[in-house]
């Protein structure tokens, strides 16, 4: 099980591996996807989750009200959110573990994260499935050249394109 998922990761590759590992030893050793501040349609992005899992609703307004002003409601009386929903799905699983973190550690006294509120740690911790994606992206690529290419040229297609592309930045 564990190989599988390895695979899945970095394609049985060495040196896709080594990218992989460096990728996550620098999103863990920074501040996530997000820089540990949502912005943009990241943070729009990012308002699905708690809309969904906390106040059961697609609707903007009471997770964004601030945003209500600028927005306008739509003719349901909903407001509406800018970003596509695309992202979420990969987030969610990371989001509902980042909750459960989240409960776990004030319940033992670590630290107190609230749970439906906007804070880095649950950015950081949606940001997980964006950083697992873009991985089994990378992968995939390398698979994906390695049928056409030599090995060589398969690495040196993939990996040239993951750190040149935003994934790492």
Request: with cysteine; proline share 5%; charged share 10%.
């Amino acid at each position: 099980m564990t190989r599988k998922i390895l695979r899945l990761f970095t394609a049985g590759d060495g040196a896709i591996a080594l990218v992989a590992v460096a990728i996550v030893v620098y999103y863990c050793s920074t501040r996530g996807i997000f820089q540990g501040k949502a912005s943009g349609d990241g943070y729009f992005g990012f308002t699905y989750l708690p809309g969904l899992f906390h106040y059961h609703t697609f609707d903007f307004a009471p997770n964004s009200s601030f945003w209500v002003r600028y927005l306008g409601h739509e003719k349901t009386g909903h407001v509406a959110n800018p970003c596509p929903i695309g992202p979420i799905f990969f987030w969610i699983p990371f989001y509902l573990l980042g909750l459960g973190l989240a409960a776990l550690s004030t319940l033992l006294g670590i630290a107190k994260i609230a749970l439906f509120e906007e804070s880095p740690f649950h950015y950081w911790m949606a940001g997980l499935g964006s950083l697992a994606a873009g991985l089994v992206g990378v992968a995939l690529m390398y698979r994906l050249l390695a049928r056409h290419l030599s090995v060589g040229a398969a690495r040196f297609g993939a990996i040239g394109a993951t750190l040149e592309s935003p994934l790492v930045w």
